[in-house]
């Protein structure tokens, strides 16, 4: 079903929710910095992946599109992003899925700052590389 | 009796009479230091300098012996690291052994080959101050008492068990590697600069059959913007890296896919 641009959800509101969050002590903080982390990561992932989407790429509607697009970014040259993109990916499924592994507070907002950085990068993408 | 050089400077003033025979040496001079030096200092094939521990022994031997059989090795040495400085000046840093040559060597018995120490006599040889002085580590007395001690940060790659294994398993990567390492070394092993390599291999959830090498970059004097600065400069020379190896574009293009840059938050 088509949702206009304006109605849809923005990802950037996920890293909004995310740096929020991390710092809420109203919640225990091993959830808020796995939570954040995992926001984090989404926001930065779902940025790029609309952006390339914008740009013409053709992405997968499985769970391979994590991968897809962080090898579309390196494929173009945007190593940079795509290694970034690839660090938040490897950080949120330690967070969503590694409970033995201890995350920390400074890990967290590392990711949200990283979310932050893979985003503007991702803006500055332009469809020339291709 | 005429050397080699005069009979080739007279030789030359007699086609040449307008040029003073000073300047036909300055010449001659320029031209053996351009032409012939390099070739010569390239093909030279130094001598194997004796292991650091085996100098301390051979240091605290001497001062047994009498004065007679008191041999200067330290110069020897010393002419040795000088001649590699020459090759460095002209050929770079691409030279194997090249650290054991310039490096102080004299009195490190007690410190792993990888965290060398340099020792300073003269205040005005001392190069500017490094951010970190730290103590003077404990170590035997040597024949030059340092004043104060750099230290070199140790440890500046580590390779994990999985990538050592693919390492010794595969040539190709082999030499992606060993190029990649080479270029870390020769823009990062600096002693102001705080900076760690791991190189690991990751085996991708979704695809099981695929390895990821991850070189995890650790900058913990760094703040974000540094680190990012870092990360971004540290990926480009990866990449010029492999631009410039002998390789198809579709293996470029797959080396590239695999090889990520990680920065690790402190």
């Known amino acids: 079903m088509f949702t206009p641009r304006h109605r849809r959800f923005r990802p950037r509101k996920f890293l909004k929710l995310a740096s929020r969050l991390i710092d809420d002590k109203k919640y225990e903080e091993p959830s808020r910095i796995r939570t954040g982390i995992g926001r984090a990561y989404y926001a930065a992932h779902l940025f790029t992946k609309e952006k390339m989407e914008r740009l013409g790429y053709s992405l997968p509607d499985d769970h391979t599109v994590h991968q897809s697009i962080i090898d579309e970014l390196m494929d173009r040259g945007d190593t940079t992003i795509g290694s970034k993109l690839d660090r938040l990916l490897e950080k949120r499924r330690i967070a969503d899925y590694y409970m033995g592994t201890p995350l920390y507070m400074n890990e967290g907002r590392y990711c949200i700052r990283l979310s932050d950085e893979v985003i503007s990068g991702a803006e500055l993408l332009s469809p020339k590389k291709r | ?266």
């Not at chain 2, 040496?25 to 230091?33: D, M, N, R, V």
């Not at chain 2, 301390?56 to 330290?74: I, P, S």
């Not at chain 2, 001649?83 to 490190?108: A, F, H, M, Q």
């Not at chain 2, 999985?162 to 390492?167: L, V």
């Open chain 2, 1 to 266: 009796m005429p050397t080699l050089r005069d009979e080739l400077v007279s030789s030359i003033l007699l086609s040449n009479p307008r040029l003073s025979s000073q300047e036909v040496s300055e010449q001659i001079a320029a031209l053996i230091e351009r032409e012939i030096l390099p070739t010569v200092l390239s093909k030279l094939r130094l001598p194997r300098l004796p292991s650091p521990l085996s100098l301390k022994q051979r240091e605290l031997m001497q001062l047994r012996y009498r004065k007679g059989r008191v041999t200067d090795f330290r110069e020897n040495v010393g002419f040795m690291q000088d001649l590699e400085k020459l090759r460095l000046e002209y050929y770079g840093s691409d030279l194997t052994n090249e650290d054991y040559y310039t490096r102080g060597l004299i009195g490190n018995t007690q410190i792993p080959f990888h965290q060398v120490v340099r020792y300073f006599k003269k205040k005005e040889e001392s190069p500017p101050e490094p951010d970190v002085i730290q103590q003077k580590s404990d170590v035997s007395p040597s024949l030059d008492t340092p004043e104060r001690i750099i230290r070199k940060p140790s440890r500046l790659i580590t390779f994990d068990s999985n990538i050592a294994e693919k390492i010794t398993s595969d040539p190709n990567f082999e030499m992606i590697i060993a190029d990649v390492e080479s270029k870390i070394r020769k823009e990062y092993d600096r002693e102001t600069l705080n900076v760690y390599f791991s190189f690991s291999i990751r085996k991708d959830i979704v695809g099981p059959h695929r390895e990821k090498t991850i070189i995890r970059i650790s900058l913990p004097d760094c703040s974000f913007d540094e680190k990012m600065k870092y990360w971004d400069k540290i990926d480009a020379d990866i990449r010029n890296v492999i631009k410039t190896l002998d390789v198809t574009e579709p293996e470029r293009k797959a080396i590239n896919r695999n090889l990520f840059t990680h920065v690790e938050p402190s």
